[in-house]
């Protein structure tokens, strides 16, 4: 079966008395999912920087940028289509099939086209210089909606100033990796176990908000679907077709149960991803590491490089911005936050939409011996927490300073690495199956056939045939 969805930003949404309103708009309430114009009309303030220096020379921009709007996940899609046959309600037009899931849409490569355009009006003067693979270091994760962004990017970024093509387009080579430096939350084996131990606990702040105040959104969903064993899934499968621009299923939402959807995903984001556990954002040591080096580089004055490209995804902002100490509460996020506090939450999705970008630019400042840095978030100044504030600049020295003070004693693959724990009453005996590899297997097969061997055929056979009972027998 063919599944479709709609992309379109006009919706009819329900008030919060529960009648529908024709010009209500849920689009606030998107958070990671906003594309990035609408995520940016709805932007809170970031609080005040000092202005750069009059005639300040860029020397060097550093970006880290999040994949334009994509399609919905393959999972997604599928539970939207189950959701669709059961209250009889499919979207007549869209873009999106299943073979599509994940993918960066259209609309998501026009996104990164037009930022690369901006960021050269931005930097004419450092970005006039024409391509290299050596002034410009352009990386990507491996994941086709990463790569297609890039490529996007630097066509906006370098159009016109090629030989390809009636527009003058440039080769430009994007260097796709699958390492720790952009993909850390999928490479890290320690981060994954305590994302799935977090998961599963009844006890942490998400499940909490789930059984104690979304079932209740669950409920009135049910109700205008009329679908009384609406599920969890479907809940979150209807929130999502929403959020992708299905107008009827976005029809069963009010304005307070999307505002309680979204603080639901900022608890996922901020438990998972950012401030909650210091492995979260620690893990993006070598993306630190790669700023830090930038740095060095232009302190010694090589201006071989003006320009380092970093393409990726939400979950490596999302460390990387809770490492820089941005948009960071006084208190926690909790699941029995009142309503006044969940709307004045500095942590909001809306911060990192589709096309999310973080971009450091160097510069030399006429009158200032110290080269200094300016921070801007979804391109609007930000000011670089502890560096800087509305009056004075942050200087490189200081940002150095700053990272540097952050960066753990220990390795990435210390960190990283899942230490074996020993065998205690308490034991999962499921996952201690599991745990064996094939290479400890064969070694223990071969000490079963010494035991053979040298023990005598009866006890050695024995014995023999107690450890392959327990090695491949399910628990």
Same mark, same amino acid.
């Given at each position: 079966a063919l599944l479709v969805v709609v992309f379109t930003r006009s919706m009819v949404v329900v008030n919060s008395a529960g009648d529908v309103d024709s010009t209500g708009d849920l689009g606030a309430f998107f958070g990671s999912k906003s594309s990035y114009g609408v995520a940016l009309e709805h932007q809170k303030p970031p609080g005040e920087t000092a202005p750069m220096c009059a005639d300040a020379e860029a020397v060097h921009v550093w970006a880290l940028v999040r994949h334009g709007s994509r399609c919905p996940t393959k999972r997604r899609l599928q539970s939207i289509r189950r959701l669709e046959e059961k209250v009889g309600r499919s979207a007549a037009i869209g873009l999106c099939t299943e073979e599509d899931a994940g993918q960066l849409t259209p609309e998501g490569a026009v996104? !990164? =086209?037009?930022?690369g355009k901006r960021l050269r009006s931005r930097l004419p003067t450092l970005l006039q210089q024409h391509y290299s693979y050596g002034a410009?270091?352009?990386r990507s994760t491996h994941k086709p909606r990463a790569l297609q962004s890039a490529h996007a990017f630097v066509t906006g970024l370098f159009e016109g100033t090629g030989n390809l093509g009636p527009y003058g387009m440039q080769a430009v080579a994007i260097e796709g990796e699958k390492s720790p430096l952009l993909y850390f939350h999928k490479t890290c084996p320690s981060y994954q176990r305590h994302k799935h131990i977090l998961q599963q606990d009844p006890s942490s702040e998400v499940n909490i908000f789930e059984r104690t105040r979304l079932v209740k959104v669950q409920a009135r969903v049910a109700k205008r679907l009329k679908l009384l064993n609406l599920t969890m899934e479907g809940l979150h499968a209807a929130w999502t077709a929403c959020q992708f621009g299905h107008p009827t299923l976005c029809a069963s939402f009010s304005r307070d149960d999307a505002e309680m959807l979204e603080f639901y995903s900022d608890l996922n984001s901020y438990w998972?991803?950012? =401030? &909650?556990?210091p492995i979260n954002y620690e893990m993006s040591m070598k993306l630190v590491g790669d700023l830090l080096g930038v740095m060095d580089r232009v302190r010694d004055n090589d201006s071989s490089r003006i320009a380092s490209l970093r393409f990726a995804h939400?979950?490596?902002l999302i460390p990387f911005l809770s490492y820089? &100490? !941005?948009?960071?509460?006084?208190?926690p996020l909790r699941a029995s936050d009142s309503r006044q506090r969940i709307r004045m939450r500095v942590w909001d999705s809306s911060m990192l939409p589709f096309a999310s970008n973080l971009q450091i630019t160097i510069a030399k400042c006429p009158k200032r011996d110290e080269l200094v840095v300016e921070a801007m978030h979804n391109e609007v100044a930000v000011p670089i927490p502890g560096c800087g504030n509305s009056s004075s600049l942050c200087t490189v020295s200081q940002f150095q300073h700053i990272l540097s003070s952050k960066v753990l004693q220990h390795s990435y693959d210390d960190m990283?690495?899942?230490?074996?724990?020993?065998p205690n009453a308490t034991s999962n005996p499921e996952r201690d199956h599991e745990s064996?590899?094939?290479?400890t297997r064969e070694r223990i097969l071969n000490e079963m056939i010494g035991n053979i061997v040298l023990g005598g055929f009866t006890l050695g056979l024995a014995f023999a045939i107690s450890r392959i009972w327990s090695l491949w027998s399910p628990p």
């Open positions: 996104e !990164m =086209y037009n930022l410009y270091d352009i998972l991803k950012g =401030y &909650g556990h939400a979950e490596t820089l &100490g !941005m948009y960071q509460d006084p208190q990283c690495e899942v230490h074996a724990e020993k064996f590899d094939d290479t």
